[in-house]
């Protein structure tokens, strides 16, 4: 598991994962809008790659005292070339019910149905991406 000193700290690996990606030149469309040194939200609106596929994303992050990242709440949204498919993993408290809406679900082309998942994070869900459509 990684350690990040404060939220700076985290906001500069998530953009170097993408820069060192190859897989996109979009970069720059990574925000932080940090609360206090170890609570804000990182996000992009889309992050374009080159096949013309995009990531949208919001992470709202917290950096425990021992440097580990928390996530309260996220959502990775991911759009194929031409918006043909399309799959998104949310972390959503404010709306969990127990069955219908978990905690920590999968979206998958649908709104519905939500597949319960586990806690994920941008690491995951960009290597995946990086695994599945680009390492062929």
């Not at 700290?9 to 820069?19: G, L, P």
């Not at 070339?81 to 019910?97: A, I, L, T």
Request: glycine share 4%.
């Amino acid at each position: 598991m990684m350690r990040f000193k404060d939220i700076r700290d985290y906001y500069f690996h998530v953009k170097r994962k993408a820069t060192t990606s190859d897989c996109t030149n979009d970069w720059n469309a990574i925000r932080l809008k940090p609360l206090n040194r170890h609570e804000g939200s990182v996000r992009a609106e889309p992050l374009n790659f080159k096949d013309g596929s995009l990531l949208r994303f919001k992470e709202k992050i917290v950096i425990n005292e021992a440097g580990f990242v928390h996530r309260p709440s996220y959502a990775y949204h991911y759009e194929g070339p031409g918006n043909h498919f399309h799959f998104r993993y949310d972390r959503d408290p404010e709306h969990q019910r127990p069955v219908v809406h978990e905690e920590c679900h999968l979206h998958v082309i649908h709104k519905e149905p939500r597949f319960k998942t586990h806690a994920t994070s941008f690491d995951e869900v960009f290597d995946f991406i990086v695994a599945c459509f680009y390492n062929r």
